[in-house]
């Protein structure tokens, strides 16, 4: 009896057991489908997302080394752009209609001019095959602000802007002429007349103080000061009052200082304690080629003035020679040959790139007052010393381009081809990194003072604007040279201005038009 009972007790537990085992099969079974659902359900989502990718993005940069100067990225990324704005930057590549590739090539911010004179459809054209993006002219600036961009009405190739210009507001109130810009119609300035030369009353500083927040009401960057072009006529007074502004309106004043004799530093004393005493932000313009020999002990000033409280940055140049008037104050009325250490046959004439002689400097200066002259004087170690200041910024200080067969100088075409060439790859003066921030990231900072429109430039980040230039580090160089300026850079491939492509394949495509003109509201 209690055999069978043994039995039937043993006969129950394997059941049991039975049981378990066919429901962990049934439950695994079921966990296996529910997760191989959800698998192919994840699968399935993220192979229409690859889909929906294609209408996604309106151009994909595809397989570039991006370079980022603020977050220090450098990796390599493919990126997505719509609506003119960097939407997406991926290591997972991305799909578009269009598609660049940039195999083997830099992807970097546009580059940012802040310092040029040549707001034409020529001027940019070499401007952008050279990887510019936004083109300003914020030394000699214009008023009214509306005027600036007169050539470029029927469209722009990149983005264009200006400061207020004293020089205009000086020759209204003097003069009571209207000279919007450095050249308007058929009109260029001539800086002999009574606004170059005659100082001003009180009441005609008020006029233009008026006249100044009137520009900067409209839409000017800051305010620009041609000083050394009227150093005479200029008082303190009149000094004071535009950094009063540019304090007041929290927006920077952009000066070409007064010169002195081989460096002396005088005229840079004189800003940076006005900007210290009114906290306007002061940018002084190329610094080496004021500061001369003495660059060291100019930006040593500028380090202390900033660690005391100030607001100060400067520019060079990757070109050595100085370009201006035959007709500037500095020729005209001060000894020009002690002040840069040179004579007439270091200085050539643009518009034929012969070397003068006494008697031809004579011959232009009184023929051609306008004409410009290209003084030979800056040496290679005084540039290479401004580029390792942590804050430099690099321009072009081009001078017009209107019409091939009339020469500028070399800077139109080829500045920023040769900061990367020359004293990057080839002279290692800086690195990469640092050299891409002298050209974009440090401008667009600066340039949130005066335009808040500034902080989605200078980078390759999310929310972005797609100003981008793609280029080839093993070949970028720049061929513009005196005398033979009109040649464009090697090495500039693909640039995009809001997302358009401007250049491709190292053409500039001359019927886009994606520049906008840029103001402070």
């Not at 040029?116 to 401007?127: A, D, E, R, Y």
């Not at 020999?293 to 000033?301: A, N």
């Not at 201005?497 to 402070?520: D, F, M, P, T």
Request: a negative charge; charged letters at 20%; aromatic letters at 8%.
């Amino acid at each position: 009896m209690k055999g069978k009972k043994a039995i039937q007790v043993s006969q129950i537990v394997v059941g049991l057991q039975m049981l378990f085992v066919a429901a962990f099969i049934l439950v695994a079974l079921f966990y296996y489908s529910f997760f191989s659902s959800a698998s192919n359900s994840a699968s399935n989502s993220t192979s229409n997302a690859s889909f929906s990718e294609v209408e996604q993005y309106d151009v994909v940069i595809a397989n570039g080394r991006v370079i980022d100067p603020e977050t220090h990225l450098d990796a390599r990324k493919h990126i997505g752009i719509r609506d003119g704005t960097i939407v997406a930057i991926s290591e997972q590549p991305l799909k578009s209609e269009i598609t660049i590739d940039a195999t083997d090539l830099v992807v970097a911010p546009g580059f940012i001019d802040v310092h040029s004179h040549s707001p034409t459809i020529l001027g940019q054209h070499f401007n952008v095959l050279d990887g510019v993006t936004t083109q300003l002219d914020l030394e000699a600036g214009s008023y009214p602000v509306n005027f600036y961009g007169e050539h470029l009405r029927a469209g722009a190739a990149i983005n264009y802007g200006s400061s207020v210009g004293h020089f205009a507001v000086r020759i209204k109130v003097l003069e009571g002429i209207d000279q919007p810009y450095i050249f308007a119609g058929d009109k260029t300035v001539v800086m002999g007349s009574p606004a170059w030369m005659q100082e001003a009353t009180p009441e005609q500083i008020e006029q233009m103080r008026l006249l100044l927040h009137k520009g900067l009401d409209e839409g000017g960057l800051g305010i620009g000061v041609l000083l050394d072009y009227m150093t005479e006529a200029v008082s303190d007074a009149e000094l004071a009052m535009l950094f009063d502004v540019a304090g007041a309106r929290e927006v920077p004043i952009y000066i070409h200082v007064r010169r002195g004799y081989t460096g002396d530093p005088a005229g840079l004393i004189e800003v940076i304690e006005l900007a210290k005493s009114t906290q306007a932000a002061l940018f002084v313009c190329h610094i080496s080629h004021n500061a001369m020999g003495r660059i060291g002990d100019w930006l040593t000033m500028i380090d202390e003035a900033n660690q005391a409280g100030a607001n100060i940055t400067t520019e060079t140049l990757s070109y050595a020679a100085g370009g201006t008037s035959i007709g500037a104050d500095v020729f005209r009325r001060r000894d020009w040959q002690a002040i840069f250490d040179i004579s007439y046959e270091d200085v050539q004439w643009v518009a034929t790139g012969e070397w003068l002689t006494k008697e031809s400097w004579e011959k232009y200066s009184q023929e051609q007052p306008a004409g410009a002259v290209n003084h030979h004087y800056v040496k290679e170690q005084w540039v290479e010393t401004a580029l390792q200041w942590p804050r430099m910024m690099v321009s072009t200080d081009a001078l017009p381009a209107v019409d091939t067969r009339i020469p500028t100088n070399p800077n139109i075409a080829g500045t920023f081809a040769r900061l990367l060439g020359h004293y990057v790859r080839d002279q290692n003066v800086i690195g990469l990194h640092e050299a891409l921030a002298k050209v974009s990231l440090y401008q667009a900072q600066w340039m949130e003072q005066a335009a808040p429109l500034f902080k989605r430039k200078g980078r390759i980040q999310m929310g972005a604007d797609a100003d981008i230039v793609i280029f080839d580090t093993k070949t970028i160089s720049a061929n513009a040279d005196y005398g033979d300026p009109y040649q464009p850079s090697t090495g500039i491939e693909h640039v995009l201005v809001a997302g358009q492509q401007v250049v491709k394949n190292g053409v500039h495509l001359e019927q886009v038009y994606a520049g906008k003109k840029i103001l402070n509201n």
